[in-house]
Every structure is written in C-alpha cells, then in structure tokens.
C-alpha cells in the first residue's frame, strides 16, 4: 500500500476533520438540528399539500379513475395520510389506505352498516378546497388555537351533514379542536 506523500497529507486530515466536523454537528443549512425539528413539528411535521395531493394521485391511479370518492381523510405528524375509499366498482364497499409520502399501503376492508347513506357521506378532493393548502390550514389552526408552543397533532376531514376539516392543536398544558368549512374558513374553535 503506497502512502500519500508528506505534502497531501494535512490535506487529506484538513478534509477529513471538515467533513466529520459537518457530519456531527446537527445541523442543517444555518439552523440547528433541535430548532429545525421543533420548527417542523410546530409547523405540522411534515403534514403537507403535497402529501393529500399526492396519495390522492396514487389512490386515483390504482383504481384507474380520475378522481376517488372517500368518506374520510386523516392526515398525522410525520407524513402520513389515512384514506377511506368508496371503492368505484364496487360503491358499497369502503377500504382504508395508509400513504407515507412515497408508497401507497394495501387496502384494509371496512364494515359498513347496511343503513349507512355512503353518497351522503362520501366526497371527493375537489370539495376540500382547503387540503389544497395544508400549510395554510396547520398555520391558521395554529393561530385560532390561542395555545402558546402549539403543536397541530392531526387533520381529519370528514362529512356528516357539511364536510369538515377539524384540526387538533396541542401543547404540554392545553388542546384545542379547531374545525373549518371545506374552503379553509375556521367557524369553531373548542378548548377540550
């Protein structure tokens, strides 16, 4: 084995140092590790547009339609998206997908009650105008809750006799259920 000459040395140890330097420091761009993860879960944790717009795509896909048809939409802290489908040929039948960001989850089937109205349940993405802005909605969430240090816990989206996205701030002392009209507008926000 033929050893780098005295001269190339410091060198390779300077760049070597630099990059274990940059490799344990915990950082990212100029904000550090901690401060990044807290702006991040107080932002919603990764609770984005692109994740509904995204697993919407892939549910649309693999049913081969241009739109799906579900009864609730759950979306959690570290990307993940929660889906009950009417499944298009079979429109009795729901099922339940899980989408990380990338991969769409198996089906898991439903039970549902023979009395159960699923056409008054179901809607589709076009009539949540405001999962087009995920960000927008934690942001205002966040701002309706009055909590200090809140953190936005989850978004479920569902319809009884309105469709409504009800968005869950919490912090160490407090919980706050703030619900809004499809396109975005908070009309209730309910200290629990």
């Known amino acids: 084995m033929k ?3 005295p001269r190339v040395r410091p060198v390779l140890w300077i760049a070597a140092l ?3 330097a940059s490799s344990l420091s915990g950082c990212i761009g100029a904000v550090d590790r901690m401060d990044f993860d807290d702006q991040m879960r107080e932002r919603g944790g990764g609770m984005t547009s692109d994740l509904v717009r995204n697993g919407f795509d892939s549910l649309a896909e693999r049913y081969g339609v241009d739109a799906v048809a579900v009864t609730s939409v759950d979306i959690s ?3 993940t998206l929660g889906v009950t489908v009417r499944d298009p040929g079979k429109p009795s039948q729901l099922d339940r997908f899980s989408f990380d960001g990338v991969i769409l989850g198996e089906p898991s089937p439903v039970q549902v009650s023979v009395t159960e109205n699923l056409d008054a349940r179901s809607f589709t993405l076009d009539q949540v105008p405001a999962l087009a802005n ?5 942001d205002d969430a966040l701002a309706s809750s009055g909590i200090d240090e809140g953190e936005v816990t989850g978004i479920s989206v569902g319809r009884t006799e309105a469709i409504h996205a ?3 701030v919490e912090s160490s002392r407090s919980q706050v259920l703030v619900v809004f009209d499809p ?4 009309f209730l926000v309910q200290p629990l």
């Open 134 to 138: 995920v960000e927008k909605l934690v």
């Open 166 to 168: 009800s968005v869950m």
């Open 3 to 5: 050893l780098a000459s």
């Open 18 to 20: 630099a990059l274990t």
């Open 77 to 79: 802290p570290i990307e």
């Open 183 to 186: 396109d975005g507008t908070p």
